[in-house]
Nanobody, 123 residues
Framework: QVQLVESGGGLVQAGGSLRLSCAASGRTFSSYAMAWFRQAPGKEREFVAAISWSGGNTDYAAAVKGRFTISRDNAKNTVYLQMNSLKPEDTAVYYC????????????????WGQGTQVTVSS
């Protein structure tokens, strides 16, 4: 079992950067594929990025590809989302998620979720 806590959200100007962190408490963290999702007011939860347990495979939503980078440090039980060239449409609550299976873009695939961290991008 993995417990997840996101941090690093905040207010940033368009074109700026933020780095989100997702800290996991479980000792089996390295066995889990991880992902980031986001949800803006009035919208459905949206896939952002995913990474395999080894970090060797990544996947990105078209809207963030080339701007966001997902990475993990298994020694620190932490997954990161580096967000560059932020746009107002990136404003959302960002959630990290974990699955013992292969990563996927479907939210229901993931077994464990954090509480989310707010990202607000001003124009």
């Amino acid at each position: 079992q993995v417990q997840l806590v996101e941090s690093g959200g905040g207010l940033v100007q368009a074109g700026g950067s933020l780095r989100l962190s997702c800290a996991a408490s479980g000792r089996t963290f390295s066995s889990y594929a991880m992902a980031w999702f986001r949800q803006a007011p009035g919208k459905e939860r949206e896939f952002v990025a995913a990474i395999s347990w080894s970090g060797g495979n990544t996947d990105y939503a078209a809207a963030v590809k080339g701007r966001f980078t997902i990475s993990r440090d298994n020694a620190k039980n932490t997954v990161y989302l580096q967000m560059n060239s932020l746009k107002p449409e990136d404003t959302a609550v960002y959630y990290c998620a974990a699955t013992p299976r292969i990563p996927a873009v479907i939210a229901r695939t993931y077994n464990y979720w954090g509480q989310g961290t707010q990202v607000t991008v001003s124009s």
